[in-house]
Each structure stands twice: as C-alpha cells, then as structure tokens.
C-alpha cells in the first residue's frame, strides 16, 4: 500500500450538506468519474454516488481525502456490491423456482 492510500483509509468519512448546494464529502480515496449531474466517488465506507445539477468540483484534497461539491444536491447512494450481488442471486433463484 503506498503512502497516500494509507493516509487517506487512517481518516473518517463523513457528509456534510449545507442547504442542498455545498456539499462537503472527506474520505475520499478516489473521484471515478464525474460531470454536471453526477459524481461517482470511492470513499472509506464504499463507492458513492452524488447526483444533481450543475454540480462543480470546487475543492479537492487528495493526501486529506477531502472533496467539495457545489450545486444542487438532488441524492446521494452507496453501492454495496454485496447486496447488488445478493438481489440478483434472488431474482434469478425465483425465477427458476
């Protein structure tokens, strides 16, 4: 593991939004992609998803693991990949039923 994975995974994650415009995001190991109505983020706690719109990165802190989002915030989603896996293992087990 190099030294700026580690010091990013030793800090908590959190969520701050202030009025559904500025959105304050720390944790934050990995931005995977992003654009005006959606951010995909890898935070500490699993991936992320911000959507809105006209969503701007305004800050980003990479050795801190801090992001700034400004716009309007319409959700916010984890993907569990673990429960993606499991709900399909269930629609497929009912369907051969």
């Known amino acids: 593991m190099d030294r700026e994975s580690s010091t990013v ?17 720390t944790g934050v ?7 005006n109505l959606h951010f995909l983020l890898e935070t500490t ?3 992320m998803i911000v959507k809105g719109e006209g969503l701007e990165l305004i800050k ?3 050795l801190a693991g801090n992001v700034t989002i400004k716009g309007t915030i319409n959700s916010l989603d984890y993907i569990l990949e ?4 499991e709900r399909e293992e269930s ?5 051969f039923k």
């Open 91 to 95: 629609v497929l087990s009912r369907l």
């Open 45 to 47: 706690m699993g991936f």
């Open 9 to 25: 995974s030793n800090y908590n994650h959190s969520i701050s939004l202030l009025e559904r415009k500025t959105l304050v995001i």
């Open 82 to 85: 673990g429960k993606k896996k």
């Open 29 to 35: 190991k990995k931005i995977e992609n992003f654009d």
């Open 60 to 62: 980003l802190d990479t």
